[in-house]
């Protein structure tokens, strides 16, 4: 079953406003990470926040989490064409895989 | 450094068929996942090894799959025979495991997948 589970399924926005993604879970945490899937291509990471963080920065991106919540959110500020993509979140298992979402696909028109 | 590199990116075959997706891992990674994304069941995880050992298999849909690991630096994961409803990309990730009881804290890279087309 998914343990990440992201909202919207789909956001179109157009060059220069603010996406954002949100992303809730079922069970506790250490971590929580956010990935981007171009078209045709791998995931690839982009940020992790630990349960003890309640935001984190990276270029562009802002991630919270709240943990009483059991939900994080992914913000893209400025968005450009080249953010178009569906991203992830997921939360680690018990073990040492983890656990994707269906994700959001996100279409930014210039 | 080289990212995950998979092989073949695309593969045609006729139900029936073996099918054989390879993966090498980046060097120094200790974990490795396998994947299989599709429209309606998104990104499941299939199989995922620790320092070459299987570690969970649940996910492998049928006794059709296996994968091997046997080594650090090269995984496989084989269908046999091939069905139509295997067509998918079938994705390999690895990572540094960093261990905790609640679960690894290192990202996963992956590879770019195969896009598997099953006749």
């Known amino acids: 079953s998914q343990q990440g589970e992201e909202d919207p399924q789909a956001l179109s926005i157009q060059e220069g406003e603010n996406a954002t993604m949100n992303c809730s879970y079922k069970?506790?945490?250490?971590?929580l990470q956010w990935y981007r899937q171009n078209s045709g291509r791998g995931l690839v990471h982009l940020i992790l926040?630990?349960?003890?963080?309640r935001e984190k920065h990276s270029g562009r991106l802002r991630v919270t989490l709240d943990t009483s919540k059991k939900s994080s959110s992914l913000l893209i500020t400025a968005s450009r064409a080249a953010d178009t993509a569906s991203y992830f979140c997921?939360?680690?298992?018990?073990?040492?895989?983890?656990?994707f979402g269906a994700g959001t696909r996100l279409t930014v028109k210039p | 450094d080289a990212g995950v590199i998979q092989s073949p990116r695309h593969e045609v075959t006729e139900m029936g068929q073996e099918v054989t997706l390879r993966c090498k891992p980046i060097?120094?990674?200790?974990?490795l996942f396998w994947y299989r994304q599709t429209m309606m069941r998104g990104l499941e995880l299939l199989i995922y090894?620790?320092?070459?050992?299987?570690?969970?298999d649940s996910g492998m849909p049928e006794d059709r799959f296996s994968a091997k690991m046997p080594n650090a630096s090269f995984s496989t994961l084989k269908i046999q025979p091939s069905e139509p409803r295997d067509s998918a990309v079938y994705f390999c990730?690895?990572?540094?495991?960093?261990?905790?009881?609640?679960?690894?804290?290192?990202?996963?890279?992956f590879g770019d997948g195969t896009r598997l087309s099953i006749l």
């Open positions: 990730a690895s990572s540094l495991s960093s261990f905790t009881s609640t679960g690894n804290n290192q990202p996963q890279h």
């Open positions: 069970t506790s945490i250490n971590n």
């Open positions: 926040i630990r349960s003890n963080e």
């Open positions: 997921a939360t680690p298992e018990k073990g040492n895989d983890m656990r």
């Open positions: 060097s120094g990674h200790n974990s």
């Open positions: 090894f620790n320092n070459n050992v299987p570690i969970d």
